[in-house]
């Protein structure tokens, strides 16, 4: 489990595809002074496993199932990429439910700075609009963010100068694609629900 709070940008250093997959290393400093071996880290939204690692960068594998669904299967060395660890027992919780479980990739519409901040437009991607409301939580390559405006096929998100400058959002321009998250909460009620009305029926 995770709360969408970036501890740093890593850099993808090492690539290496296999007839399973993918193989990424990353360069990191935050998250590997308590790595261990079968840790989990969300690389930029994505829930990935330790395999092994060093004093500055780590390796996890991506099965094809999530290169196929997500755009790690694309980033080359070089690349930036947002890291989190797993929210430990007795940490703060300064996000929301995050689970590390990409839903779908949406691409980057229009950017533009507002002040200090940044104003970024996203598609909502076919059958997931139930899910988006406007101050409701969403995670966009592992960044818990609050939806500042929803339309019908896009929406968009005020991004602060710190986010900006300490998540790989600097680095994102019309056209690239970052990783969706819904919040679980929604899904689970909408589940609820949906068995409410079928009793009902």
């Given at each position: 489990?995770?709360?969408?709070?970036?501890?740093?940008?890593?850099?993808?250093?090492?690539?290496?595809?296999?007839?399973?997959?993918?193989?990424l290393?990353?360069?990191?400093?935050?998250?590997?002074?308590?790595?261990?071996?079968?840790?989990?880290?969300?690389?930029?939204?994505?829930?990935?496993?330790?395999?092994?690692?060093?004093?500055?960068?780590?390796?996890?594998?991506?099965?094809?199932?999530?290169?196929d669904?997500?755009?790690?299967?694309?980033?080359?060395?070089?690349d930036?990429v947002?890291?989190?660890?797993?929210?430990?027992?007795?940490?703060?919780?300064?996000?929301?439910?995050?689970?590390?479980?990409?839903?779908?990739?949406?691409?980057?519409?229009?950017?533009?700075?507002?002040?200090?901040?940044?104003?970024?437009?996203?598609?909502?991607?076919?059958?997931?609009?139930?899910?988006?409301?406007?101050?409701?939580?969403?995670t966009?390559d592992?960044?818990?963010?609050?939806?500042?405006?929803?339309?019908?096929d896009?929406?968009?998100?005020?991004?602060?100068?710190?986010?900006?400058?300490?998540?790989?959002?600097?680095?994102?321009?019309?056209?690239?694609?970052?990783?969706?998250?819904?919040?679980?909460?929604?899904?689970?009620?909408?589940?609820?629900?949906?068995?409410?009305?079928d009793?009902?029926?």
């Open positions: 489990m995770f709360t969408g709070i970036v501890e740093e940008t890593g850099e993808v250093v090492g690539v290496t595809d296999t007839d399973d997959g993918r193989r290393r990353i360069a990191g400093h935050e998250v590997l002074s308590d790595v261990s071996h079968g840790a989990s880290i969300s690389v930029s939204g994505v829930c990935l496993t330790v395999e092994a690692f060093d004093d500055e960068t780590f390796e996890v594998f991506l099965a094809s199932e999530t290169v669904k997500t755009y790690l299967g694309t980033v080359e060395e070089g930036l947002n890291l989190e660890r797993a929210m430990p027992g007795d940490g703060r919780f300064d996000g929301h439910l995050v689970q590390g479980h990409v839903d779908t990739a949406a691409e980057v519409l229009a950017i533009e700075q507002v002040g200090e901040d940044w104003w970024f437009t996203f598609e909502l991607p076919e059958g997931y609009g139930q899910y988006v409301v406007e101050k409701g939580s969403v966009l592992g960044i818990s963010l609050t939806v500042a405006e929803r339309e019908d896009r929406f968009s998100v005020a991004i602060i100068p710190t986010t900006y400058e300490l998540t790989n959002l600097s680095t994102k321009e019309p056209g690239d694609f970052v990783h969706l998250e819904v919040d679980v909460v929604a899904k689970y009620v909408e589940n609820m629900l949906d068995g409410y009305v009793r009902l029926q």
